[in-house]
């Protein structure tokens, strides 16, 4: 950041330098005194038409006055959205050094959804600022999408105190600006104030070496009507040997006049300047080296400095020295006659200049200028083997802009070359449908000729077919990824410049892969490296997909302590750069109601789910949006809210059906969440049946489908079979979130089966491994068995005693001694009769009973009466009953 102009593309570069002035301007201090009355939290709108030297005059102010803090000058550039335009303001105000004063400023970086909340940031960071910050917004008039627009509007109606905002158009009126100006904040300087008058005309001539004298100042007010560009024109033009203006060339409109005037400035040149005015004129800026390229010529920098000095319509640039601009009506005639002279000279040109800018690391511009010429298959080479990435980066909607036009050709007349430049636009827009189509079109014409294909061209069909993939494929998207890894390690780095951003992207999602399928050892490892990778190429967002993977890693891994970390600085990251709802952050807000739901924070889980949903859009990551729609179910079923369980599991099934099939961990997740409504609803038995028994390898998906099991047969009445298919600790090992729920569910079996010491045993185990990340919700799902067994070991344990009394405050005690309830003791029931107290709730027999646990009917009727004693009852109901109240069933 200690060049924060540096970071800017090269095309934004220049948009941010303002004009320099001209050597023969006339400085006109009536105009400074107007634009001097705009302070700090006013606007000041200078408006008129084309070539009344509106940007020169606020150049000229900006130059003169005594400075109160940082100025930022924006040219609005060719409209591209909402996000781009914000992102150049935001580069502006780094050139301008305004961004320094502001951290919040220098990390906000919009996104794909960038929008309305992301714009009152800006303003924050700007009402932050400690100084005042003046931001100059030349050619406003070139917004045209009313949302982008609105932005503008928004940023005049939240101006913060500390902004002197300068908006410099053709047509104010869409800015909307009333209020402002009853308000006294709004500074107008128009037409009329720009309009040269007697004594600026006579300044003029003293600039240029001409002493005008009354007849022939009257001659140009009348035929120019103060008409800035018009007057500079007619000095240029219409001077005889003497010095004097022949009047009579001067006559008709402003614009009839300006193209004629003009054209009789590139008459009077010598043939060797004019040529080299045709030629250079195809860039929107030059250097002299870009124009040495252009025209051969080794004295290019010297001509361009002549043509300053003459005043030949050609300034500098004043914050890049080394950079040249002509005239825009100056720039649209040579541009109009080189093509009239000579048809295919654009072309070349174009393509000279697209190569210089290919070998000055600019691509984008090197697209721009291949496409101008109709060069196709160079614009899909650089963008294939340098530009690709930068889809990705801050400068993503620049370079959709360059692409526009390969995209308009690929509708009417599709190449291979023109389809995959529609394809990568397709992705910037996030119409992932329409850009799988184009790239696969692309693909169907090269198979057909193999002559014609790039490595760079073939990455990037490999690339849509991965985001294809991540989003509406899932279990393909390992092997895409492989696909892409394959293609830049055949291709050597002199081949392909951005082989590492695309081996970046490819390992990125590839982790997010592995992931998926539960194999997280791999996945970390991934993630890791792409992580750090991607913060050194400059793409945050993919950075951002990395950590946010990371930390579900940690949720499967029960490291809460960690996910809480990773998490709040991930969200303090995207609260700063404003990626609070992009669909990068939605694997964040997964994570996040994981962690929310294991520490029982159900409120806190809900509004991440919530957040999750805001992020979904294009490019949606459809493997976290159901993670988090796994944990909406969770909720609901932590709640016992048996509606709301069942309502959430719908929206959980149409996330599942926006991929062709679910990875293995995905699908445990998904499996699990509708399992748990089922056994909610009373449906324990079906789950049973539709659930396989996982087999004994320590897998994450193995231990959540073993406490989803154990949990259908203890509500289906069957604790010791839950105690079989739970198994030992041993299995649970590596997963402590699912180690800790499967001791709560052995203890709760023990329990009802009368092995009391046993149940403590477990529930101690459970407290043992969830005190220290500060699981909470198994034990409130556990309800009150798991609230008595607590009770008991608080009076019995000297561990974790603090993480007890919290536990019990969630799950409220049960049988404390100023209990209302006092149940008596019962005489221990042997191992047999807890088994048939199992089956007395059910609608079984005694020779039903007698038949499922191989023994005879006189064996369980013989049990059956030493229950209906041991508890003091004396009929079936009762001892259903009775066996409730001490948790034995």
Not at 385 to 391: F, I, K, S
Not at 416 to 424: K, R, S
Not at 462 to 479: G, K
Not at 703 to 730: C, E, F, H, N, S
């Amino acid at each position: 950041m200690d060049a924060p102009s540096g970071r800017l593309a090269p095309g934004l570069r220049l948009r941010t330098a303002r004009p320099a002035l001209p050597p023969a301007y006339v400085h006109r201090h009536r105009i400074d005194q107007t634009l001097s009355a705009c302070g700090p939290g006013d606007i000041a709108v200078v408006e008129a038409g084309a070539g009344y030297g509106k940007s020169l005059a606020v150049a000229s102010w900006l130059q003169h006055r005594v400075a109160d803090g940082p100025v930022a000058w924006l040219a609005v550039g060719e409209p591209h959205g909402m996000r781009a335009l914000w992102s150049d303001i935001l580069g502006s105000l780094t050139a301008g050094g305004a961004s320094t004063g502001s951290g919040a400023l220098l990390d906000i970086a919009p996104g794909p959804a960038f929008a309305e909340p992301e714009v009152d940031m800006i303003v924050d960071g700007l009402a932050s600022s400690p100084t005042p910050v003046t931001l100059v917004l030349d050619d406003v008039h070139r917004i045209d999408a009313p949302d982008v627009m609105d932005s503008i509007r928004h940023l005049v109606a939240r101006q913060p105190e500390r902004l002197r905002l300068v908006l410099i158009t053709r047509a104010a009126a869409d800015l909307r600006l009333q209020r402002v100006r009853l308000e006294g904040r709004l500074i107008e300087v128009g037409m009329r104030d720009l309009q040269f008058t007697r004594d600026d005309v006579v300044d003029l001539g003293r600039m240029v070496g001409s002493e005008f004298d009354a007849t022939e100042v009257d001659t140009l007010l009348e035929r120019t009507q103060g008409w800035a560009t018009g007057l500079r024109l007619a000095v240029l033009s219409a001077r005889d040997d003497l010095g004097h203006v022949t009047s009579d060339r001067l006559t008709g409109r402003n614009d009839l006049v300006a193209a004629y005037l003009l054209e009789e400035v590139l008459e009077d040149l010598a043939p060797t300047d004019r040529r080299f005015l045709l030629a250079t004129s195809v860039g929107e800026s030059i250097t002299p080296s870009l124009a040495r390229a252009l025209t051969g010529r080794a004295d290019s920098r010297r001509v361009l400095d002549d043509l300053v000095a003459r005043n030949v319509l050609t300034v500098r640039l004043a914050d890049r020295p080394d950079w040249y601009a002509y005239h825009p009506l100056f720039r649209e005639l040579l541009i109009d006659r080189l093509g009239a002279e000579n048809p295919d000279a654009p072309a070349d040109l174009h393509r000279r200049a697209a190569n210089w800018c290919v070998r000055n690391d600019d691509p984008i511009a090197a697209i721009d200028h291949f496409a101008r010429a109709g060069a196709w298959h160079e614009v899909t080479t650089v963008l294939g083997d340098v530009a690709g990435p930068l889809v990705l980066s801050p400068q993503a909607s620049e370079l959709a802009g360059a692409l526009e036009s390969a995209a308009r050709e690929a509708a009417r007349r599709p190449t291979a070359d023109t389809l995959l430049a529609a394809a990568v636009l397709c992705y910037h827009r996030g119409d992932f449908g329409e850009m799988s189509r184009n790239a696969e079109d692309a693909a169907e014409l090269l198979d057909a000729e193999p002559a014609r294909a790039t490595p760079g061209s073939r990455i990037l069909i490999a690339l849509t077919r991965m985001v294809t993939a991540r989003s509406s494929r899932l279990p393909e998207l390992i092997d895409r990824c492989d696909e892409v890894l394959d293609l830049v390690a055949s291709a050597s780095r002199v081949e392909i410049p951005a082989a590492r951003a695309y081996t970046l992207m490819a390992r990125n999602n590839r982790g997010i892969g592995l992931f998926h399928r539960g194999e997280v050892d791999a996945a970390a490892t991934e993630l890791v490296g792409s992580a750090a990778t991607a913060e050194d190429l400059g793409l945050g967002l993919t950075a951002l997909a990395a950590e946010t993977y990371l930390a579900l890693i940690d949720v499967t891994r029960g490291e809460l302590g960690v996910v809480a970390d990773r998490i709040a600085a991930m969200t303090a990251l995207v609260e700063r750069r404003g990626w609070t709802r992009q669909p990068q952050a939605v694997a964040l807000y997964a994570a996040q109601a994981l962690l929310d739901l294991e520490r029982h924070d159900l409120d806190a889980a809900d509004r991440a789910v919530s957040m999750a949903r805001r992020a979904v859009g294009p490019g949606t990551d459809t493997a976290a949006l159901l993670i988090g729609e796994a944990v909406a179910v969770g909720v609901a079923v932590t709640r016992a809210d048996v509606y709301a369980a069942r309502a959430q599991c719908r929206r959980l099934e149409i996330a599942r059906r926006s991929t062709s099939g679910l990875p293995l961990l995905v699908r445990s997740w998904y499996d699990a969440a509708i399992a748990e409504t089922r056994i909610l609803m009373g449906e324990a038995e079906s789950v049973i049946t539709s659930l396989t028994r996982p087999d004994a390898s320590a897998t994450y998906e193995g231990a959540l489908t073993r406490v989803v099991l154990a949990k259908a047969q203890l509500a289906a009445g069957r604790p010791a079979v839950a105690i079989d298919v739970l198994g030992t600790a041993d299995g649970f090992a590596p997963h402590r979130l699912q180690a800790v729920e499967a001791e709560i569910l052995t203890a709760v079996a023990w329990a009802r089966l009368h092995r009391d010491v046993a149940a403590l045993q477990h529930l101690t185990a459970a407290v043992r491994l969830a005190a220290p990340v500060r699981q909470i919700r198994p034990f409130v799902a556990g309800g009150a068995p798991v609230a008595a067994l607590l009770t008991r070991l608080e009076h019995v344990t000297a561990e974790d005693t603090e993480f007890v009394r919290d536990l019990l405050g969630v799950c409220g005690r049960v049988g404390t001694p100023d209990s209302t309830v006092v149940v008596p003791p019962v005489e221990s029931l042997t191992d047999r009769e807890l088994m048939v107290l199992q089956y007395l709730p059910t609608m079984y027999k005694a020779a039903e009973i007698a038949a499922d646990l191989f023994v005879s009917v006189n064996t369980v009727k013989t049990h059956q009466q030493s229950i209906y004693r041991k508890l003091g009852v004396s009929s079936r109901r009762d001892a259903v009953d009775r066996a409730r109240e001490r948790h034995l069933i």
